[in-house]
Nanobody
Framework: QLQASGGGVVQAGGSLRLSCAASGTITSVFNTATMGWHRQAPGKQRELVAAIISGGITNYTDSVKGRFSISRDTAKKTVYLQMNGLKPEDTAVYYC???????????WGQGTLVTVSS
């Protein structure tokens, strides 16, 4: 239902753009759902990195503010995470998430690995 892509290996200071495409039943609520990108580094808990809610309001965890940008393409049913100025501490598996409380939807993508080398 959610397919994440775009991870890879990049040097510190570089950029990557992650994509998360919705398919199936959840596409009908994509435009009004809350979409989030989370990450989990080895040995650490999963954390919310960025989220975008209906209407386009975004929020970010402090460590990525000014470097990451989340956006939603309602026509393509895809959410993006543009990551600039990457740091080794950004290394993690990144997961996209769709939440829609009205329909009790809580879907996760399969994760995409981002590795930032110093």
């Amino acid at each position: 239902q959610l397919q994440a892509s775009g991870g890879g290996v990049v040097q510190a200071g570089g950029s990557l753009r992650l994509s998360c495409a919705a398919s199936g039943t959840i596409t009908s609520v994509f435009n009004t759902a809350t979409m989030g990108w989370h990450r989990q580094a080895p040995g650490k808990q999963r954390e919310l990195v960025a989220a975008i809610i209906s209407g386009g309001i975004t929020n970010y965890t402090d460590s990525v503010k000014g470097r990451f940008s989340i956006s939603r393409d309602t026509a393509k049913k895809t959410v993006y995470l543009q990551m600039n100025g990457l740091k080794p501490e950004d290394t993690a598996v990144y997961y996209c998430n769709l939440v829609h409380r009205r329909y009790s939807y809580d879907y996760w993508g399969q994760g995409t690995l981002v590795t930032v080398s110093s």
